[in-house]
């Protein structure tokens, strides 16, 4: 059955698709966006949502999360992942493949679709495995994976050491019509290291990771990507040279796109300081002057997308001592209010450009539904309170996991309502579990 008509009425919409910045109303029918408008009449048997004083953007869509299904069910699962991004405000997230078994051959893409459309939540695209096993040998069967719902191929956290291999699937992927993601990193520069190589390091005794063994792999990648004529997506770009060599390839013409994290655009290793695992991510924070690179490139458009890259841990395994300890954070629910809270509202850049990047841009990037309000579109909306302000609270997270570095801070932007396909799949009233706590 067709869900019910909707009408999200007298909020400030935001679309830079249509560059739309405007108070309206948007009518939602059969799942699919009808009318923008002032004055909209509801249809029979429709619901309202009251968006007065609240900001309505195109659904937002997150390009890099790990589910942990299968395999680490413990940390997090599709249903659970998928829950925890529409309490954040995003109608869609991307999967990586890097679960165990991986996620390389047709039944397991199909398990993570169907599992996704079981979650009742955001939407769950999979991303599969590049090489088969993730052992960056051969390559899988691309045509395959994509039939059976895969919206790109990568070897996430596993980085493509092959160059020839990763020329081939440059290659390979055009037939498909899929970018290639790329997890950036040689691991000959990099791998004894537990964070980023400098003075921190150097201070705590920790072995560091260069610039250098991220960037390499960016100018290797963006090289093959001019010679084959593939699509490229940079992973988590952390580096000041990183970004330069991607607004030059850009100016090339060569297709590229890329992200950034949150993370990484608001944090520097100075964050690490007293061995603290919940600081500890591949790519490690770097100096103060990448970060300040990083959020130029975005808001310059070089890092077309913003993406979590979500990757919840157990407990235990952060308690680990530091060089033994995982990699990663948790993002889906702190993401929007971090970026709204502190760069949009920190000036770095403005509204608009956050609804480009977090929600129109990961669309275009790896080519899905939504990112637009554009009557006929699919029905994913989200709805936030930009003067919703609350302190961060892992205990709250819908997330198995709660590994953030960011407990106590203010955050501001809140979700209210997240819509996909036309149906309300949270709302801030029922949510309970936000992340969060209300501060006065």
């Known amino acids: ?49 009251d968006a007065r004083g609240m900001v309505v953007t195109p659904g937002l869509i997150d390009l890099h999360v790990h589910l942990r299904e299968p395999g680490q069910e413990h940390k997090e699962t599709i249903a659970t992942g998928a829950r925890a991004a529409a309490a954040g405000g995003f109608t869609a997230v991307c999967a990586m493949p890097n679960t165990d078994p991986p996620v390389d051959d047709p039944a397991a893409v199909g398990f993570v679709v169907a599992a996704g459309r079981r979650a009742g939540a955001a939407r769950v695209y999979p991303v599969a495995a590049l090489s088969v096993g993730l052992k960056g040998e051969a390559l899988t069967e691309f045509g395959e994976l994509v039939e059976a719902g895969a919206v790109a191929v990568t070897d996430d956290g596993r980085p493509v050491m092959d160059s020839g291999l990763m020329r081939l699937a440059l290659e390979y992927a055009q037939a498909f ?23 921190v390091a150097a201070r705590l005794g920790l072995r560091g990771k260069p610039n250098a063994a991220e960037e390499i792999h960016i100018l290797r990648d963006l090289l093959l990507a001019e010679l084959t004529g593939g699509r490229i997506h940079i992973q988590h770009v952390s580096t000041r040279l990183g970004v330069e060599a991607i607004r030059l390839a850009k100016a090339r013409g060569v297709r590229v796109t890329a992200e950034a994290t949150p993370h990484h655009l608001l944090l520097t290793d100075e964050a690490v300081d007293g061995y603290r695992t919940e600081a500890k991510m591949n790519p490690p924070l770097r100096s103060a002057q990448d970060r300040d690179a990083v ?60 609804v480009e990047r977090m929600s129109c841009a990961p669309a275009r990037a790896f080519k899905l539904p939504g990112g637009t309000l554009r009557p006929g579109s699919v029905a994913d909306v989200t709805v936030f309170d930009p003067e919703g302000v609350w302190i961060c609270d892992p205990d709250r997270f819908l ?35 936000e992340g969060s706590v209300e501060k006065d």
């Open 399 to 433: 997330s198995k996991s709660r590994n953030t570095p960011f407990r106590g801070w203010r955050l501001q932007g809140k979700p209210r309502y997240t819509v996909v396909g036309g149906e309300v799949v949270w709302e801030a009233s029922k949510g309970g579990g």
């Open 295 to 354: 959020r130029e490139g975005l808001a310059d458009g070089t890092l077309d997308v913003v993406a979590t890259d979500h990757a919840p841990h157990h407990y235990d395994e952060k308690e680990a001592a530091f060089d033994d300890a995982p990699n990663g954070i948790v993002g889906l629910e702190t993401a929007l209010g971090l970026v709204y809270g502190h760069l949009v509202r920190g000036g770095v850049f403005d509204l608009p450009t956050m």
């Open 1 to 49: 059955m067709s869900p019910r008509p909707l009408l999200i009425r007298g909020g400030r919409v935001v679309d830079p698709s249509q560059g739309i910045d405007a108070v309206l109303d948007v009518l939602v029918m059969e799942g699919k966006v009808a009318l923008l408008g002032a004055g909209l009449d509801l249809p029979p048997e429709g619901r309202v949502l």
């Open 177 to 199: 019509g899929i970018p290639v993601a790329d997890h950036p990193e040689d691991l000959t520069l990099s791998r004894d290291g537990s964070m980023n190589e400098g003075v």
